[in-house]
């Protein structure tokens, strides 16, 4: 079964939505200009709104090291998730399981990612679009990533309810994540398109 993931959740019942349709993990922005972002408080009261068995990911981008332990000290967080340009030692510091996030541009960058940072959970592949860190709802070419793989992969970028399919059909991951593709507007989930989302996932 692949494993669903709905990041950007800023609202205690876009998580319970998430948590309801049948989601693995919700995704937590602390990455300011993100119109996603949420401060550790807030985090806080989402994560505590959770009912059990629902993995919280805080995702970071090139934070200062205290920024990210300030966050941890405040926020139960199961998964950090490095979507910047962070390397393997700077993920490991602080003693949680790490998702690194690649933003990808070619094949060639994807032969021995892994290898890259080998204290990752998994590898989160994501579109590159210059001078945008993330979230930008656009599906890469799926053609660049190897098939075959010993690492976990999790497939980000412009995925929804009408081409998880045939994402997870192509590309066999070990989880998908979303965040544009099930919103109503920036930061504000759509729980019809989360309901979507998740059954077309647990349909394949
Ligand atoms: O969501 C953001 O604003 C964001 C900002 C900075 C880095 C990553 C961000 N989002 C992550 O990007 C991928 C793909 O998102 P989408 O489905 O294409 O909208 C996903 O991991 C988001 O959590």
């Not at 948590?19 to 985090?43: E, H, N, T």
């Not at 890469?140 to 995925?159: I, K, M």
């Not at 994402?167 to 729980?191: C, F, R, T």
Request: contains cysteine; glycine residues 8%.
């Amino acid at each position: 079964m692949t494993r669903i993931k709905i990041c950007g959740i800023t609202r205690e019942q876009d998580a319970l939505a998430a948590a309801a349709a049948g989601a693995d993990a919700i995704g937590l922005v602390f990455y300011a200009p993100s119109p996603r972002a949420v401060d550790a408080a807030q985090a806080a009261r989402i994560v505590a709104a959770l009912p059990p068995f629902v993995t919280t990911v805080g995702l970071f981008v090139d934070a200062e090291p205290a920024a990210v332990r300030a966050v941890l000290a405040e926020v139960p967080l199961d998964l950090l998730q490095f979507h910047g340009e962070e390397s393997d030692d700077y993920c490991r510091q602080f003693g949680r399981p790490y998702l690194k996030a690649v933003r990808v541009r070619s094949a060639d960058q994807l032969q021995d990612v892994a290898a890259q940072w080998p204290g990752a959970a998994g590898i989160l592949l994501d579109s590159y679009k210059p001078g945008v860190p993330g979230g930008t709802g656009e599906v890469f070419d799926w053609r660049l990533v190897p098939r075959e793989r010993d690492w976990n992969l999790v497939l980000a970028g412009g995925l929804a309810a009408g081409n998880v399919r045939q994402a997870i059909d192509e590309m066999q991951p070990w989880a998908v994540d979303v965040s544009g593709g099930v919103e109503a507007a920036k930061g504000i989930k759509d729980v019809a398109k989360i309901n979507a989302f998740v059954q077309e996932v647990k349909r394949v």
